[in-house]
């Protein structure tokens, strides 16, 4: 089966996210498994000529250019709109990870154009919305391919009820909820020396990486050895999280490394003790599997999309405000405690959300299609 996967960016900042690693987790799963899975995405940071694998992955990446004041959703690409009616064509199945941007969308609506079988995933990012840019983007194409669509995978049931809103009347005739999945990790030995604690996603407000440097003190008042990493891409919060640092006095304590690439995220997330990610309202984040993948235990808010697996498991903490971030470290920073979590952790991501459960149900949707 020839599936061709559309996901708006890719940076070697990894500044898109999730939806690109969720991409790429499927894609090179697909592969695996016989089928012939290639990705199309904008493309920044790159030299020229821009890769043709990712990862391993054909990709057919676009040189991004900003064409609307809108972050994502401003970037574009000539070579894109013009070439998106002939990708579509070559393939059996086109898989568009959808947000409100001129990537995702224009690719979408080629698919339809051309009568493929279309399935959505939107990761969260297409809920109702008061912006004028939303609202525009919502009339002229958002309703049209998500009513077309042949498929409209869904993490949790809140994203469901924000798509049927986008949608209006009836709701979504074709929706099927879809896990992310995370590669399964072999197992490796404990994290030894002084307790290091890892936040590494985008440094953005929603995800609240100051919270972490805030925990600092208290944890450090009990492990004065402790060290703390914050990393990922800039989006607007780096100098705030600086700017904490100087004022706590945390300079040697605290490092920015930046963003991290797929085989960095792994090392980091097994030389750390804990994984503390503080966002807010955060769907389904695919750093927090990776860590529990890695048998590395969590610190999640009660806001996040894997909050009650992560209770229910016993995989890390779950906290309700910055307030809870500290002590839930310290506990987890009791030998014992991380031991019995990052079993349960690693079972949870083996019985859960392993690759292979996860590729079962896309192979059947797509094979509906």
């Known amino acids: 089966m020839r599936v061709l996967h559309a996901v708006t960016l890719h940076s070697p900042t990894h500044a898109f996210g999730g939806p690109v690693r ?14 012939d899975a ?20 054909p ?8 064409i609307l004041p809108l972050g994502f959703s401003g970037l574009t690409s000539p070579s894109l709109l013009t070439g998106a009616h002939r990708l579509v064509r070559q393939a059996d199945v086109v898989h568009v990870h ?3 941007d001129l990537v995702t969308l224009p690719v979408a609506l080629a698919a339809l154009r051309a009568g493929k079988p279309l399935v959505l995933q939107t990761h969260g990012m297409v809920d109702p919305s008061e912006r ?6 919502d009339a002229v194409a958002v309703r049209r391919v998500l009513r077309g669509a042949t498929a409209v995978l869904h993490l949790t049931t809140r994203e469901l009820r924000d798509l049927e809103a986008v949608v209006g009347g009836t709701g979504l005739a074709r929706a099927v ?76 304590r605290v490092s920015c490394p930046g963003p991290l690439d797929g085989p960095g995220m792994t090392e980091e997330l097994r030389r750390a003790h804990v994984y503390v990610l503080p966002s807010v309202d955060e769907p389904f984040p695919m ?10 235990p969590v610190v999640v808010t009660d806001s996040n999309g894997l909050a009650r697996d ?50 079962g149900t896309l192979l059947d949707v797509y094979e509906r299609a």
Not at 22 to 35: D, F, I, T
Not at 132 to 137: G, I, Q
Not at 287 to 296: H, I, P, Q, W
């Open 310 to 359: 992560v209770d229910r498991a016993g995989a890390g903490r779950v906290v309700t405000g910055p307030d809870g971030i500290a002590p839930a470290v310290l506990d987890l920073l009791d030998p014992a405690a991380r031991r019995a979590a990052s079993e349960a952790a690693r079972k949870l991501t083996a019985e859960t959300f392993a690759m292979d459960a996860v590729l």
């Open 132 to 137: 004028r840019s939303a609202r525009v983007l």
């Open 22 to 35: 969720v991409a790429l987790n499927l894609c090179k799963g697909l592969r695996e498994r016989g089928h």
């Open 287 to 296: 750093s927090v599997l990776e860590s529990m993948a890695v048998g590395t």
């Open 59 to 66: 990709a057919r990446l676009h040189q991004a250019r900003r």
């Open 98 to 100: 959808l947000a409100r």
């Open 177 to 252: 909820r879809l896990v992310n999945g995370v590669p399964a990790q072999p197992e490796g030995p404990a994290p030894e020396g002084p307790p290091r604690i890892l936040y590494a996603a985008r440094l953005q407000a929603r995800k609240r990486p100051v919270d972490l440097v805030e925990a600092a003190p208290a944890i450090l008042a009990r492990h004065p050895g402790a060290t703390f990493v914050v990393a990922g891409p800039d989006e607007g919060e780096l100098a705030a999280v600086r700017r904490r640092i100087d004022e706590l006095g945390l300079a040697a």
């Open 38 to 57: 290639r990705l199309t995405a904008l493309a920044d940071g790159f030299e020229r000529p821009l890769p043709e694998k990712v990862e391993g992955v």
